[in-house]
């Protein structure tokens, strides 16, 4: 089984400042990703970033990056210089590579940006 | 390109009723995933399709639920004798392949059962 734990239920972020978002992650299996997705006002959910178990570098998607800490069980999300429409639901999700191919969230997190 | 469609944006009926929510994938894509969002809740997996191989129904949360793919493409979700708690957000997404793990989501139909 997997589980996902998002501890920060709301963030409020002066803009153009970094933000980093909390993720920890329990699991068995030995291979697996991990995920953000954004979920603004309009409710469609928005991939941001990946991150796979087994590479050895951290992800980075333009403003995005993933802080991957495998020991630790933790992928944080980055956000550098944070703007007014960043404000939106954040989601952590991971799934496993073999097996169910589901992904399971966390509870997200809300962040606003304050100008 | 055209991204993941869902359809209808809004539903609302009445207790008891029957629905169906429809899915049309990106196409090309050879696996599509239906999840469940309820008020303030993260997503709940309910059902995975890939390319022609039997469904993964392991989250339909009552036999109430039930899920077709024809063709390899447009997907319908079934919701029989709704009840007030299937009142959510229900999401569909589709993933290019095995090879590639982002999965591209639709903007979701919120069905209201009153």
């Known amino acids: 089984a997997q589980k996902i734990t998002q501890t920060q239920p709301g963030m409020f972020v002066q803009e153009k400042e970094a933000v980093t978002l909390d993720c920890t992650y329990d699991t068995s299996d030995p291979s697996y990703g991990l995920f953000w997705y954004k979920q603004p006002s309009s409710g469609e959910m928005i991939f941001l970033i990946y991150?796979?178990?087994?590479?050895?570098q951290n992800a980075t998607e333009g403003r995005y990056s993933l802080n991957f800490q495998k020991a630790r069980k933790s992928a944080n999300l980055v956000i550098s210089a944070s703007q007014l429409g960043d404000s939106a639901m954040y989601f952590c999700?991971?799934?496993?590579?073999?097996?169910?191919?589901?992904?399971?969230f966390g509870t997200g997190t809300r962040l606003t940006i304050i100008p | 390109g055209a991204g993941v469609s869902q359809s209808p944006s809004n539903k609302v009926t009445e207790k008891g009723k029957d629905v169906e929510l429809r899915c049309d994938p990106i196409s090309g894509h050879t696996a599509l995933y239906w999840y469940r969002q309820s008020l303030g809740q993260g997503l709940e997996f309910l059902i995975y399709?890939?390319?022609?191989?039997?469904?993964?129904k392991s989250g339909l949360p009552s036999d109430r639920f039930s899920a077709e793919r024809t063709g390899g493409s447009v997907s319908t979700l079934t919701i029989q004798r709704t009840q007030q708690e299937d009142s959510a957000v229900y999401l569909c997404?589709?993933?290019?392949?095995?090879?590639?793990?982002?999965?591209?989501f639709g903007p979701g139909t919120r069905l209201t059962v009153l």
């Open positions: 999700a991971m799934r496993a590579f073999f097996g169910n191919e589901k992904l399971t």
């Open positions: 399709f890939q390319g022609n191989s039997a469904p993964d």
């Open positions: 997404a589709s993933r290019p392949s095995r090879l590639r793990d982002e999965q591209f």
């Open positions: 991150q796979g178990s087994y590479d050895q």
